[in-house]
């Protein structure tokens, strides 16, 4: 099926692109006492991206989030979709075994995992078998002895050699962008699956409703 006039004509990694070119003295993110502008904030994404690829992501793989609220959470979260992935953000009240059972269900390849989430999936057992060792990075600069015993790669030494530019991926309207699970109140959470023309558009319209300038503009 062709692209119609109604689909995203630009995605929304081109937006960050975009803003660390000609904004990038702008603030991007302010998450408690931490700041990005939008010059560093992309860079960071970029590295993230490149560095996924580098170690073996293929377009449309899954790569879990589980990470509280952070600057890095966003910059991992965002440099995975730069490199073609689907993101898989998991609830921080999760345990262990539902942790794992979530990354089986997504069919997640790797993972960028914090220090208390990390605990709580080495007390589950194994981590899935699809979670590829090259791909699982923990969010602190240097994990513990006990983390890199068990696969998990430093964040630094992650993206330490990773290219700060566009990784070569485009995007289509109907790639997956990322999977969100509902609260399994009911049972089980089920996945719900949102792609690139989603997410735009909800940007686009939260930009109208709260009344953003240059979506007026436009």
């Known amino acids: ?10 995605f929304i990694p081109d937006l960050f692109e975009s803003h660390g070119t000609y904004f990038p003295e702008r603030e991007a993110v302010v998450c408690g006492p931490e700041r990005r502008r939008w010059g560093e904030f992309n ?7 490149n560095a996924l690829l580098a170690a073996g992501l293929r ?4 790569v879990a989030i589980l990470m509280g609220n952070s600057v890095r959470m966003l910059e991992a979260m965002f440099g995975a979709v730069k490199a073609g992935a689907c993101v898989v953000p998991l609830s921080g009240l999760l345990t262990g075994e539902q942790l794992a059972r979530l ?16 605990a709580r999936l080495a007390s589950a057992g194994a981590l899935p078998a699809r979670l590829r060792p090259q791909l699982c990075v923990a969010a602190e600069a240097q994990p513990q002895p006990a983390d890199a015993a068990a696969g998990w790669r430093g964040f630094d030494a992650f993206v330490a050699d990773a290219a700060e530019t ?15 699970y509902s609260s399994g109140t009911t049972g089980f959470p089920k996945g719900i699956v949102q792609t690139h023309r989603a997410r735009l558009h909800w940007a686009f319209s939260n930009a109208v409703e709260m009344g953003s300038p240059r979506a007026r503009a436009r």
């Not at 990784?167 to 790639?175: E, I, K, L, N, Y």
């Open 166 to 180: 566009m990784p070569p991926v485009r995007h289509a309207p109907g790639d997956d962008f990322n999977i969100i």
């Open 103 to 118: 990354l089986d269900d997504s069919d997640a390849v790797g993972a960028f995992a914090a220090a208390d989430f990390r």
């Open 1 to 10: 099926m062709h692209d119609t006039l109604d689909d995203p004509q630009v």
């Open 43 to 49: 860079r960071n994404m970029n590295r993230v991206a």
């Open 59 to 62: 377009q449309g793989e899954k």
